[in-house]
């Protein structure tokens, strides 16, 4: 079966069941700008749950995930908040500082879901304070 969808929704599919982007590309059959045809039969689409052999709960979004926790805001089952974490870790350091913009797009997003202030100057430097946290981890881990 084909269906053609915004780009972001097989990113959370992807998120949410444990794959990268990277990995389930060869199902999508074109691209439209942001809009993209998929095959959900092709051996690649990300059907069920992967079994992840790597830690895909370490990452930038995971870090931005506890910072938001120490100032009382956490997920619900109804956001998209673990989907987007997962998009973060999984997507890595680089892909995060590169795509900021975006990252701050879905917390003022949220901010407005859940009326709440949102000030662009501070989810910069919690976004900016998780990549630092990440890279700190990740340089730990390395070592």
């Known amino acids: 079966m084909q269906i053609t969808t915004h ?3 097989l990113w959370y599919r992807c998120a949410e069941r444990g794959y990268s982007i ?3 590309m060869p199902c999508v059959i074109s691209q439209d700008g942001d ?3 998929i095959d959900t039969d092709h051996a690649s689409y990300p059907k069920t749950n992967k079994i992840n052999t790597n830690d895909k709960d370490a990452g930038v979004g995971t870090e931005l995930k506890n910072l938001l926790k120490t100032i009382g805001i956490t997920s619900s089952p109804t956001c998209a908040c673990n989907a987007r974490a997962r998009i973060m870790n999984e997507n890595g350091i680089q892909w995060c500082e590169n795509n900021k913009d975006t990252i701050l797009a879905w917390l003022k997003e949220e901010a407005s879901k859940r009326n ?4 662009s100057y501070l989810a910069t430097g919690l976004v900016n304070l998780a990549i630092k946290k990440a890279k700190k981890t990740q340089r730990k881990q390395n070592s």
């Open 22 to 24: 990277d990995e389930v």
């Open 116 to 119: 709440l202030p949102f000030s």
């Open 7 to 9: 780009k972001k929704y």
């Open 35 to 37: 809009n993209w045809t």
